[in-house]
């Protein structure tokens, strides 16, 4: 592949996506508008994520002068391409080969997961960028030495580590790089230099943290969720099958027989030090799987280095393949953009949209919102999450007070955190949204509503607008 096919593809797809996201009909998913949330409080650190993203939604919605989705997730596809163009002169230095990095600037761009988060916003998407940068800098780090070079890897890392904390994964493969391979070793020097910057970059949500009872970092401990010894082997195949959708299957299958020859002793140097920097990542999270559960895209960060492990092994070994990678990616990022402009059309075979989970969230919200116009209250009361978040996004213009309601002890989530529904409206009537009737004196409560959604992320669940004095929900 030339450089400017490569470039082809990763502007063409990049425009696509921009114009597919002009006509997206889908709401925001839970995540997505807690970070809008973040974005309009900006802060050092937050709930359960370090602050870039909110930074980054922050910007794009300042740039569009709007709060509308356009607006919050525009950033995604941008960071996406931005990752895909830096990839390719760190390829070309890490494999010393140009028609590899052409390859992996084009593979990244049509990757099924880069497909998925270029359509909404996720904090992978912001990292990524960084971890690119990350590696470009420390390709020119293990060849020479350079105070430039080394305050650059520092903050990349530092940036990317106030995206997502995994992006410290990085610190970790590129030191069982640096043991097993010695040309992939940097100077003591530069190391101190990129550390001490990164903390620099870092320092602000330490702090942060430091503050708050640590949140973010309890938050994250907590979703590892270890409760002694498991061997969920069934969750850990189930983690590992999940990979070759997340990178495509070509290339994930390539990154396994480039395990296979490791193991054989059969691997080059490029392809141990590809190696290291990616499937420890990978077999991090399949232990955690193993041990209690783990997401599809927690690995993520170990497929910037992983592309180029497939590649360099496809482009050796099996061309054809890597053609058929590219087709099948591509095809597949094409078809996800379009299920976003027609998610009420595309189904599953049982009839229930493929994108449900993103769909009926600001209609519910509406309709909230004029149960408790027509009751006469301005306080909206939910302990849902889900709801809650997408409550302060479409009523964000609407005048009403919206509470989470507490169960007392540390708070479960953000809206709890920040939004707790406290003992001053103790006398007022609120509107209490939920699945069940509360615990209330019958003087004390009363039912306004049905709200039970018949489509949309809750469909066929129960959901009931109460009218119930603020003492009754108080922990």
């Given amino acids: 592949m030339s450089r400017e096919q490569s470039l ?28 809008w949330h973040w974005s309009q409080n900006l802060d050092f650190g937050y709930y359960s994520k370090p602050p870039m993203i909110a930074w980054v939604i922050h910007l794009g ?8 989705i356009f607006w919050i997730r525009v950033a995604s596809p ?42 909404f916003m996720s904090t992978d998407t912001v990292l990524f960028p960084f971890l690119a940068l990350t590696l470009l800098a420390y390709s020119h780090l293990i060849e020479r030495k350079s105070f430039g070079f080394a305050v650059l890897m520092g903050f990349a890392v530092g940036c990317g580590t106030l995206s997502k904390y995994a992006m410290l994964y ?3 493969t590129a030191t069982l790089s640096a043991i097993f391979v010695p040309r992939a070793r940097l100077a003591i ?71 296979v020859r490791l193991l054989q002793r059969r691997a080059s140097v490029t392809e141990r030090h590809l190696f290291l920097l ?11 799987a193993l041990m209690s559960r783990a997401y599809a895209n927690w690995a993520a960060t170990a497929y910037a280095a992983g592309i180029m492990l497939a590649v360099v092994h496809l482009l050796a070994h099996s061309p054809r393949a890597l053609k058929a990678s590219l087709i099948i990616n591509g095809a597949a990022s094409l078809v996800f953009a379009v299920l976003t402009v027609f998610p009420q059309q595309i189904l599953l ?12 969230r600001a209609h519910l919200s509406r309709e909230i919102a004029a149960t408790a116009a027509s009751a006469g209250m301005t306080v909206i009361v939910a302990e849902n999450r889900d709801i809650l978040a997408d409550l302060f996004h479409t009523l964000r213009d609407d005048g009403v007070t919206i509470l989470a309601r507490t169960q007392g002890g540390s708070p479960r989530n953000y809206y709890e955190q920040t939004f707790p529904l406290t003992a001053a409206l103790a006398d007022q009537r609120v509107l209490y949204v939920t699945s069940r009737e509360p615990a209330c004196p019958d003087s004390d409560v009363a039912l306004v509503a049905d709200l039970s959604p018949l489509e949309g992320y809750l469909a066929g669940r129960p959901l009931m607008a109460y009218a119930v004095q603020g003492r009754c929900l108080l922990p």
């Avoid at 082809?8 to 807690?34: K, P, S």
């Avoid at 919605?61 to 509308?68: A, N, P, R, V």
């Avoid at 061997?231 to 189930?238: F, R, S």
Wanted: net charge neutral; charged share 10%.
């Fill in 189 to 259: 020097r530069d190391a101190v230099i990129a550390a001490v910057t990164a903390l620099i970059v870092i320092a602000p949500n330490i702090w942060w943290n430091a503050t708050h009872g640590a949140a973010t970092l309890k938050h994250t401990s907590e979703n590892a969720n270890w409760d002694g010894l498991k061997l969920n082997i069934g969750k850990a195949l189930e983690f590992f099958a999940s990979q070759f959708a997340v990178v495509g299957p070509v290339l994930f299958a390539a990154m396994i027989l480039v395990f």
């Fill in 8 to 35: 082809a593809i990763i502007v063409g797809i990049t425009l696509y996506r921009l114009v597919m996201l002009h006509f997206d009909q889908t709401d925001l998913f839970v995540d997505e508008a807690q970070y």
């Fill in 278 to 288: 990616s499937w420890p990542i990978v077999l991090a999270i399949v232990f955690q």
């Fill in 78 to 119: 941008l960071l996406h391409m931005a990752t895909a163009l830096i990839l390719i002169p760190a390829t070309a230095r890490l494999t010393g080969s140009r028609e590899a990095a052409h390859w992996v600037g084009a593979s990244y761009a049509t990757l099924p997961a880069v497909a998925l988060s270029s359509v």
């Fill in 61 to 68: 919605t300042l740039i569009g002068g709007s709060s509308d």
């Fill in 349 to 360: 075979p049982n009839g229930k949209p493929v994108l449900a989970r993103y769909l009926g």
């Fill in 170 to 172: 990085f610190v970790g």
